[in-house]
């Protein structure tokens, strides 16, 4: 094996991976193997794919977002193909496909069996190269893709667990985690909460307790074997040849487990993740892994490492202080947690935080206070069935949270577009989709499993939709063409993908600061935006704390100035107004 032929970069980047390798295992034999696969790959990908360009290069942070089901957008990825012009009119430029890999289905595919196969069920003629049909057609578009995978489990019908429980003594036993006890990894919180009971799940055949972070017939993989590592490897190897641009990392802070810890967030979990990331670099550098890390901002920007881990990462924090800045008509929730003590204002030039109103099936409550949880879940969980995890979380889509409020519901894109980070639209909330029961008891009966976030998926009836985009007036029609709007803005001003954020004070006519009012100022270059988001239910009349253009915003609203210095905004209405700041 030469594994230092080639370029000065190349060698470079097989050293790296060398390092990261000793810090976790000590088998030269799959390392060799692993390096075999990735000159042969970065081959293939250099002359049959594509190779860096300028246009490339941190491509994410002016992205904007489309989350898919691709089952419930339009029945299959053929489906999905034909409604890409839906996608291109909106404005979207990368689509996540939520879960599309091969699995049974009992959680939502998140329990994958096949990490080198599309599903079946999304298939029109089982022929496995309509998502390479998919793939080329979307990126003649211009739009990229990326999409999940379960690094941290796989689903207990995989070959892998399969041969695991035939053989105790076979290769595949140890991909696995086991005990005779429920003891080991006794401080491992239980994350599906009201769900499960226990991480551990006993298995009748060997007489032995499997780990599980998630549901049981998710069990865990075990890292601290290298040929895990080897074969998730091959398996992201495999996708980029494909031509995907990324991967959506699921549940990424619990892929390495030490006794005596809570199995979060440990330093050779980083390791792990730094090992994937130099994996992928040796290939094409210019590939997103995005971090599925549920955790508070200074946690999560532990997973950007020094630019040398995820380049992408959630801030699930800032979602909820959205909606409570919303309902106390108050900015203090969004200002604190923005705030350089609790976000760190500075982050790897090559990362970027990724921004959403939901975590796609939930309005997550896990990273905010008890206080806090009970303001937001009194305030938005208008049925008990939206419960999800014991109130850690309200299973709403977006039109239901603010009960089809056309006003609501662009005052909080607006926030969302126009803060740090790139936006992601879950799939239907474009033109307002509220809650699919139907769908939720349909799923209950097939799974018997009763997980609330089925409220918030569905099937999407384009007859329908396409009626309600063409009637004047809806509500559809309404969001659907204010966010093609604020998209075209988004992606046409650069500061909105890569600025910085400061906050700017407004008052009152009584000379007092406005909480009504949340305001900052988006800096990039000689660039500037300023976005005064109007909170209260109220007209105001506001002073802001320096000089501002009149005339049109960015939305074409038209502005202005009483001769007392003083300017109004409608209630829930919002300004993004472009500032000259000269050279």
């Not at 990825?77 to 409604?83: A, F, H, P, V, W």
């Not at 039109?399 to 992601?424: H, N, Q």
Request: with cysteine; aromatic share 14%; hydrophobic share 40%.
């Amino acid at each position: 094996m030469a594994i230092l032929k080639g370029s000065g970069i190349i060698i470079a980047r097989i050293e790296k991976i060398r390092r990261l390798w000793n810090q976790l295992y000590s088998d030269e034999r799959i390392f060799a193997e692993l390096v075999e696969i990735l000159e042969k790959a970065e081959l293939k990908y250099k002359t049959e794919l594509k190779t860096g360009t300028a246009e490339n290069k941190n491509w994410y942070a002016n992205a904007v977002v489309y989350s898919v089901y691709v089952d419930l957008f339009n029945g299959n990825i053929n489906g999905l193909t034909d409604r890409l012009d839906h996608i291109v009119e909106l404005g979207a430029n990368c689509i996540w496909l939520l879960p599309v890999l091969q699995s049974p289905m009992k959680d939502a595919g998140f329990d994958i069996s096949d990490y080198m196969k599309i599903r079946d069920s999304l298939l029109e003629n089982s022929e496995q190269n309509e998502f390479d049909v998919f793939l080329g057609k979307a990126h003649e578009k211009g739009i990229r893709i990326i999409f999940d995978i379960a690094l941290n489990h796989c689903s207990d019908e995989h070959f892998w667990f399969k041969e695991a429980l035939e053989s105790p003594k076979g290769k595949y036993r140890d991909y696995f985690i086991w005990s005779d006890t429920e003891e080991k990894y006794s401080d491992a919180r239980i994350i599906f909460k009201g769900l499960c009971d226990s991480n551990w799940q006993f298995e009748e055949m060997s007489g032995q307790y499997y780990f599980h972070r998630f549901f049981p017939m998710q069990p865990d993989l075990n890292y601290k074997n290298p040929e895990v590592f080897l074969e998730m490897a091959k398996v992201m190897v495999f996708w980029k040849l494909k031509g995907l641009d990324g991967f959506r990392a699921d549940a990424i802070p619990y892929l390495w487990k030490e006794e005596g810890t809570g199995c979060e967030n440990l330093d050779k979990t980083h390791t792990v993740v730094k090992l994937f990331r130099a994996v992928l670099d040796y290939i094409d550098p210019d590939t997103l892994l995005l971090a599925e890390a549920c955790q508070p901002p200074k946690k999560v920007v532990e997973y950007f490492g020094d630019g040398d881990e995820c380049n992408g990462a959630y801030h699930f924090p800032v979602m909820p202080r959205i909606y409570m800045s919303m309902a106390r008509q108050s900015n203090e929730a969004v200002k604190r947690i923005m705030s350089p003590g609790i976000t760190p204002q500075t982050i790897p030039d090559n990362c970027q935080w990724f921004m959403f109103l939901r975590c796609h099936d939930e309005l997550t409550l896990e990273m905010v206070s008890e206080e806090e949880r009970k303001i937001i879940f009194d305030y938005y969980a208008k049925d008990p069935s939206w419960n999800f995890r014991q109130g850690e979380g309200i299973s709403a889509r977006l039109a239901s949270l603010f009960s089809e409020d056309v006003k609501k519901i662009k005052l909080a894109y607006s926030i969302m577009f126009s803060l740090t980070g790139t936006p992601i639209i879950f799939y239907g909330d474009e033109f307002a989709k509220t809650n699919d029961v139907q769908f939720y008891e349909e799923q209950l009966a097939a799974t018997g499993i009763d997980d609330s976030r089925y409220l918030v998926r569905g099937r999407l009836d384009w007859k329908k939709i396409e009626y309600e985009l063409k009637k004047e007036g809806s509500i559809a029609s309404e969001i659907f063409g204010f966010l093609k709007k604020i998209i075209k803005i988004r992606r046409s001003e650069k500061v909105f993908g890569n600025g910085k954020l400061r906050f700017e004070d407004f008052y009152g006519e009584n000379g007092n600061e406005m909480e009504e009012i949340l305001g900052y100022r988006r800096t990039y270059g000689h660039e500037e935006v300023l976005v005064i988001n109007n909170l209260s239910d109220k007209q105001l009349k506001f002073k802001p704390g320096s000089d501002i253009n009149t005339g049109e915003d960015l939305l074409g609203k038209k502005l202005s100035c009483g001769e007392d210095g003083f300017f109004e905004i409608d209630p829930m209405d919002f300004y993004w107004i472009k500032i000259d700041i000269g050279d």
